[in-house]
């Protein structure tokens, strides 16, 4: 016979059924808050990409079909990457602010299907930049391999107004140049676009679970790496002074990159700042759980939730991820 404890405080008490655990539950994750990142390209089918399980690089059709599955599970927002073709690369980039070019067709194609989905662009050059990375490559007179930082910044702004003038409601700059959200803000006033967003980049790290993401759209850089931009894993205080910056540049919501391996760092920027943190779970981390539960080792379902959970905790108001679709309807049918 085991005596009973004299225990005036029992936390199970809290836990005692579904009914008790959704009163007392924190977090909750909706797809409200869930922003789906698609790939595009000029093909003609719909493309499974290998490096990524359950993404493909879409057509513009296969793109607005996907979205409506989205959509109709509850997610509003979508952020774009295109697939540029080798013969549409340049130094200098120059295709990313073609108003003709395939992201200003996908906007224009969404918002004709869903007019109250946000759009969201990438503004980066990497997928239209023949060195592959975020800015101008210039090499100096050592030969060393320089990013151009305010020279980047000139075409981002041009790339910033034609994704704009398409309709897109939120421009997300990823490129990590100095000074281009202030650039960048002024350029969309000045196109009369004051009424487009900024979702900024903010502490975007140096990190290697992007390759697969560089995998779907050959964008990984030709000679050297990004850590020149992007910053060093190892730093927590720079992305304060980053938040700071992009802030006072008008940036309208900040984003920290990767998310998961980052909570700490979204914990600090959500209790630092005063507009809204977006974290960006990245594709090294959609493809661990994907390929874990591809052998069955863990379940899809339950592990992508968590992660995600997680990731709202910690405090982010706003999620990038692959699993976008799948976790809404998850959500719609719990
Ligand atoms: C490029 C960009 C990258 C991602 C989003 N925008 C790759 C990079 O910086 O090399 C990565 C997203 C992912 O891994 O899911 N500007």
């Known amino acids: 016979m085991s005596?009973?404890?004299?225990?005036?405080?029992?936390?199970?008490?809290?836990?005692?059924?579904?009914?008790v655990r959704g009163l007392v539950r924190e977090v909750q994750l909706n797809p409200s808050d869930l922003i789906y990142p698609l790939f595009i390209h000029e093909g003609a089918e719909n493309e499974p990409i290998e490096s990524m399980p359950g993404c493909h690089r879409w057509t513009l059709s296969g793109l607005v079909g996907e979205v409506g599955e989205a959509y109709a599970a509850g997610v509003r927002a979508v952020v774009l990457f295109p697939k540029i073709e080798e013969n549409l690369k340049s130094s200098e980039g120059s295709e990313c602010y073609n108003a003709d070019g395939l992201v200003p067709r996908a906007i224009k194609a969404l918002k004709k299907a869903y007019p109250d989905l946000a759009v969201i662009t990438d503004v980066a050059l990497d997928p239209y930049n023949s060195d592959g990375h975020d800015g101008i490559v210039r090499a100096d007179e050592n030969g060393e391999l320089k990013i151009l930082n305010d020279e980047t910044v000139t075409v981002l702004c041009r790339q910033a107004v034609c994704h704009a003038d398409a309709g897109a409601d939120i421009i997300s700059p990823s490129d990590m140049m100095d000074g281009r959200v202030g650039a960048i803000r002024d350029a969309l006033d000045a196109a009369g676009h004051e009424e487009v967003s900024i979702l900024s980049y903010t502490a975007k790290y140096a990190s290697a679970y992007y390759g697969p993401f560089r995998g779907a759209l050959d964008s990984a850089p030709k000679a050297g790496d990004k850590k020149t931009y992007q910053?060093?894993?190892?730093?927590?205080?720079?992305?304060?002074?980053?938040?700071?910056?992009d802030i006072a540049e008008g940036a309208d919501m900040v984003m920290v990159k990767p998310a998961g391996p980052?909570?700490?760092?979204?914990?600090?920027?959500?209790?630092?700042?005063?507009?809204?943190?977006?974290?960006?779970?990245?594709?090294?981390?959609?493809?661990?759980?994907k390929s874990a539960a591809k052998d069955g080792w863990i379940d899809e379902e339950k592990v992508a939730m968590e992660s995600l959970i997680g990731i709202k905790r910690a405090g982010a108001d706003m999620i990038l991820t692959y699993f976008a679709k799948d976790v809404a309807k998850q959500l719609a049918s719990a």
């Open 3 to 19: 005596e009973k404890l004299n225990l005036p405080i029992r936390p199970r008490r809290n836990r005692k059924s579904p009914a």
């Open 231 to 245: 910053m060093d894993p190892a730093n927590r205080r720079e992305a304060l002074r980053e938040a700071d910056l």
């Open 262 to 289: 980052y909570l700490d760092i979204i914990k600090q920027l959500a209790d630092a700042v005063d507009v809204p943190v977006a974290a960006y779970q990245v594709s090294g981390e959609y493809l661990m759980i």
